[in-house]
């Protein structure tokens, strides 16, 4: 059983940087991918970026450049560093481990890119 914790949203003006964190509970979490998904009013849950528990990233192209995940495995704890941030990019972000369909979930954390 793995449970996550999502942190690090707000409110931030366009041009603006975020860090999101995903803190996890369960010894086995660092042998768990883990991806970034948004979910903004009216649209599906949109993949954004992924970590395996090795390190190796996937990006979205909607992201790539922009935002960048990163894990550390001593805190349980991956994290997505979020730059030049457009009114678009506001949504609800929710971070996943172990896959979109049999995987956990967090209660995700809201961001809000105010032009």
């Known amino acids: 059983q793995v449970q996550l914790v999502e942190s690090g949203g707000g409110l931030v003006q366009a041009g603006g940087s975020l860090r999101l964190s995903c803190a996890a509970s369960g010894r086995t979490f660092s042998s768990y991918a883990v991806g970034w998904f948004r979910q903004a009013p009216g649209k599906e849950r949109e993949f954004l970026a992924a970590?395996?528990?090795?390190?190796?990233?996937n990006y979205a192209d909607s992201v790539r450049g922009r935002f960048t995940i990163s894990r550390d495995n001593a805190k349980n704890t991956v994290y997505l560093q979020m730059n030049s941030l457009k009114p678009e990019d506001t949504a609800v972000y929710y971070c996943n481990a172990g896959g979109r369909i049999l995987g956990y979930w967090g209660q995700g954390t809201q961001v809000t890119v105010s032009s």
């Open positions: 970590i395996t528990s090795g390190g190796t990233t």
